[in-house]
């Protein structure tokens, strides 16, 4: 093999090789050289969660996620239920009676009307 060969097939190879690298690594700088919204998505069902603006949405797959714009939070669903953070807000129930809950999202899972995000003064009876 001559030299000239010889250099052109190293070139390709650390070519190929740092190119594999580069497009597998994880680091967030070659996530954004390389990232594009696919056009076309595989029929596979490996469900993720992922989040678009405020909202948390299940996706077939992450393809059909990065194909919406949504960023992948994890692999499978997203939790069903409310978060376990303490944000506490005075609501009022069904029966007119105003309750502290620990935050927003259980106060209108009970089908509470919020009346403030902070804890309530008095929390029998209605007013």
Known sequence: MNRYRLTCVLRVTLCALVCAIVVNSPSPVSAQLFA???TSCPLVFNPVCGR???DLVNYGNACVA???GAKILAQGPCP???PMIYKPVCAEDAQGVRRNYGNACAAEKDGAKIIR???CF???GRH
């Open 36 to 38: 594009r919204k696919p």
């Open 52 to 54: 678009k603006g405020n």
């Open 66 to 68: 990065a194909a919406n």
């Open 80 to 82: 069903q239920g409310c």
């Open 117 to 119: 995000n902070r804890r």
């Open 122 to 124: 008095v929390t029998f």
